[in-house]
């Protein structure tokens, strides 16, 4: 496993933000995929009933990276697990670190600084 990239941004909680969302965020295709996956991460932190969130099945290896991104981005700890029904699944799990942010990931300005 490789060590993850320099961190950049922060949120209101000081919580950085990877690199590979802030570049992800200025494509138009890429942007729409961390809306989705942020959506997701967000319905599962606002429900304290559920302790793991199973991230699609058909999500392709940038996306499988970038499921990992956001949810880690939310205090959650992530892992891709194998099923026998298909391929590695990224499976985010709660921790005493996840959290709402108070900026969400999409509010973020990625513009370029002039």
């Known amino acids: 496993s ?3 990239p320099p961190l950049l941004g922060a949120s209101a909680r000081n ?3 990877d690199a590979a969302i802030l570049e992800a965020l200025q494509n138009g295709q890429e ?3 961390i809306a989705d996956l942020e959506a997701l991460v967000i319905s599962f932190v606002m ?4 302790n793991q969130l199973e991230f699609p099945s058909t999500l392709g290896p940038y996306p499988k990276m ?8 939310y205090g959650l ?3 891709t697990v194998d099923f026998e029904d298909g391929p590695g699944r990224v499976v ?3 921790t005493h670190d996840t959290h709402k942010r108070a900026v969400t990931l999409m509010a ?3 513009s370029p600084a002039a």
């Open 2 to 4: 490789r060590p993850a």
């Open 15 to 17: 919580v950085p933000v």
């Open 31 to 33: 942007r729409k995929t």
């Open 47 to 50: 429900d304290p009933s559920r």
């Open 66 to 73: 970038l499921a990992h991104r956001v949810a880690q981005a």
């Open 77 to 79: 700890h992530t892992q």
């Open 92 to 94: 985010g799990r709660r």
């Open 108 to 110: 973020l300005d990625v």
